[in-house]
């Protein structure tokens, strides 16, 4: 079994597809850690606020078939992939980590860099892997959350009971 780290991401129904997305990963994989949810400004272009969270799973499931099935789920919640790569997302989840991999596999680039780009994604992480190691940065998902430039991007926590 693989331990997964997954980014989720809504900026369109917010709390419904949020909720329905954490559903429908605890039907297909049982046990779900959620990590609080975080508010966010939308990044690379003008839209409204994100809510972000980061979840752990376990799998089985080889990376690609891990992967055509989050592509599933965010096509069930209306994931248009027609628009600009940055734009509304009913349902955005994004493999951060599958366990110890690292560098491009069946065209999926692991660790993804958003970990060390983005507070609404290493947060999230670090709520919940704070000791952690990054595959590639070898310092851990706290360590690297306590060095980031919290200035860099708006975020806040919003209550928000899964």
């Not at 997302?89 to 660790?111: K, V």
Request: aromatic fraction near 8%.
């Amino acid at each position: 079994m693989a331990i997964v780290y997954l980014s989720l991401g809504s900026n369109v129904e917010r709390e419904k597809h949020i909720r329905s997305g954490i559903r429908a990963l605890r039907e297909q994989f049982g046990a779900v850690l959620c990590s609080p949810v975080y508010e966010s400004e939308s990044v690379g272009f003008a839209g409204s606020h994100f809510y972000n969270l980061v979840v752990r799973i376990e799998t089985s499931l080889p990376l690609t078939e891990l992967n055509n099935a989050l592509k599933k789920i965010e096509d069930d919640h209306g994931r248009n992939r027609t628009g600009p790569k940055f734009s509304p997302r009913t349902l955005d989840i994004d493999i951060l980590t599958y366990g110890d991999l690292s560098g491009c596999i069946e065209g999926i680039d692991l660790p993804r860099e958003e970990i060390s780009k983005n507070a609404f994604v290493l947060l999230p992480l670090a709520d919940i892997a704070a000791t952690e190691m990054h595959p590639l940065l070898h310092k851990s998902y706290g360590e690297l959350w306590a060095a980031y430039d919290k200035h860099k991007q708006k975020l806040w926590r919003v209550e928000f009971p899964l």
